[in-house]
């Protein structure tokens, strides 16, 4: 699988996306950024989005990929996927007629540009190829990290924000995974903001590598604030692991 970066910063500033990851074109992860990065006709590609969970820096370009989707009548659709909590979240607080349009009803009932999915940890979901599976993180509101397995059975986890967690690592031990994508955001001077956030620190990080059944051959740091990164890329090479790489916008995965 080819992993396209198009965000992965922990904020939003010239030269920082936030976080969105695709896979083989059509599979996207998290959708702080989409829009702004790809053109109509490779937003059109995309046909299914999990979501993390619902904080503004990793659903804010749904909106604008519906709104595209719509006008340019390439007959595209779309499915989002996540646990109910976020569905919820969404439908009540974003696609609610006032915030922005209900698209599950647009361009009209019959034919909506979107449908939207429960994942349940325990029941994997095939998408073209791809099984996908969920586990709840430790965020600060109801969150979902994903493994994601292709048909050769390697296997990518994407962690989305969390701060110290259990489960994720659970499901982990039982699939061959050769990456992790996973949240630093704070510098380790910024510990109590980091556990109180649900979010980790290079410190926290090594504590979470030591309870993983086996180390991933590669370890992908995602989601520094951007005032902070120098501080915590020094501090992630404190860490002497070898196989860890912070990601930058525009960066290639492939797995």
């Known amino acids: 699988m080819l992993i396209r970066v198009l965000g992965s910063s922990g904020s939003e500033v010239p030269g920082h996306n936030p976080p969105a990851f695709l896979i083989d074109d059509f599979l996207l992860l998290d959708a702080g950024t989409v829009s ?34 719509v006008l340019s009548d390439q007959g595209c659709r779309l499915t989002i996927l996540s646990g109910k909590e976020v569905i919820e979240d969404l439908k009540t607080n974003i ?24 994942v349940f940890p325990g029941k994997p979901v095939e998408v ?22 292709n048909s050769a059975n390697a296997a990518v986890v994407y962690t989305g924000d969390t701060g110290p967690t259990e489960g994720l690592w659970r499901l982990m031990s039982r699939h061959r995974v050769e990456a992790l994508i996973i949240e630093v955001s704070f510098p380790d001077q910024m510990l109590e903001l980091a556990m109180t956030s649900g979010h980790l620190t290079p410190s926290l990080l090594a ?5 993983m059944p086996v180390i991933p051959k590669r370890i992908y740091i995602t989601h520094l604030k951007p005032f902070y990164k120098d501080t915590i890329k020094k501090q992630l090479g404190d860490l002497n692991h070898t196989n860890i790489e912070v990601l930058e916008d525009g960066m290639v995965l492939s797995i």
């Not at 059109?44 to 909106?63: E, G, S, V």
């Open 36 to 69: 702004l990065s790809l053109d109509h006709d490779a937003q059109c590609k995309i046909t299914h989005i999990f979501l993390t969970h619902a904080h503004l820096d990793h659903i804010k370009a749904i909106p604008f990929l519906l709104d595209n989707i």
């Open 95 to 118: 696609f609610n007629g006032r915030i922005w349009p209900d698209f599950t009803a647009l361009p009209n009932p019959q034919h909506p540009v979107i449908r939207f999915q429960e």
């Open 128 to 149: 073209r190829g791809y099984r996908v599976h969920a586990a709840t993180v430790d965020h600060s509101v109801p969150a979902y990290g994903y493994l994601i397995e």
């Open 207 to 211: 504590a979470e590598i030591k309870k």
